[in-house]
């Protein structure tokens, strides 16, 4: 091994036995890459809901929809109205289940993991907060996204990014994973939950972010005795 091949590494200690990793160059370059992923993914999802209507009509109405000879019909609107109303719909006429697999290949799947019951909660708080107050709400959404944007993006208390991502990513799959019509793979949501995870695990900031500049006044302020230094490390992953 050369030593630029050793100078491209760090060393991380785990472990109580004091076992070492080594995360490369390529190492940090791959969680660049899932990292800037996950912040894309929730800017583009900015701009079909701008406040301070949120896409919705003039009149602020609701996708609504009912059952008519076991076909679903929905009288849809536009923007965050849509989507909301679609979530309160299927909160009453449609069960959730997850993690699909069809071991024959015919009938039902045999294995699923039924979420039903946070569907209806999911539901509960559309119908009775979210949407009554959809003027205050709406922005509330809109900055959770645009939060997501700047902090994962940018690696700035990246692992705070995560946090907010995997709040956003789980109330999204409680209420649109599975539904027919329009049709929402139950992967896609399952997959921003899982990319949300990965990056509070391993607060990717730290690596060609700016919790790489922030973490040593972080530490400085920690031996000092400030909590907020605390907190700070916290967030950054150290």
């Not at 949407?131 to 902090?151: D, K, M, Q």
Request: charged fraction near 15%; charge should be neutral; include cysteine.
């Amino acid at each position: 091994m050369t030593q630029q091949t050793v100078d491209q590494e760090t060393k991380a200690q785990v472990g109580a036995a004091g076992n070492t990793i080594r995360i490369t160059t390529i190492h940090k370059v791959g969680m660049l890459i899932v990292r800037l992923a996950l912040a894309y993914l929730f800017f583009t999802q900015l701009f079909w809901k701008m406040p301070p209507t949120f896409g919705c009509p003039a009149d602020f109405s609701f996708t609504t929809g009912a059952i008519q000879e076991g076909r679903i019909r929905l009288n849809r609107t536009t923007g965050l109205c849509d989507w909301l109303g679609i979530q309160s719909f299927y909160a009453a006429n449609r069960e959730l289940r997850v993690f699909e697999a069809n071991l024959d290949n015919t009938g039902t799947p045999e294995i699923f993991l039924n979420l039903t019951g946070l569907r209806q909660i999911n539901g509960w708080v559309v119908d009775n907060i979210i949407i009554p107050n959809i003027r205050i709400t709406g922005w509330l959404v809109w900055l959770a996204e645009f939060s997501i944007v700047i902090l994962v993006g940018l690696g700035l208390f990246s692992r705070l990014g995560g946090l907010i991502a995997l709040g956003v990513s789980a109330q999204l799959a409680v209420g649109l994973a599975n539904i027919p019509s329009p049709f929402e793979w139950e992967w896609i949501y399952l997959n921003m939950i899982f990319l949300s995870i990965f990056v509070i695990t391993l607060a990717p900031g730290r690596f060609f972010g700016l919790d790489a500049l922030l973490i040593p006044r972080l530490q400085k302020m920690a031996a000092d005795g400030n909590p907020l230094g605390r907190i700070g490390l916290l967030l950054t992953g150290q």
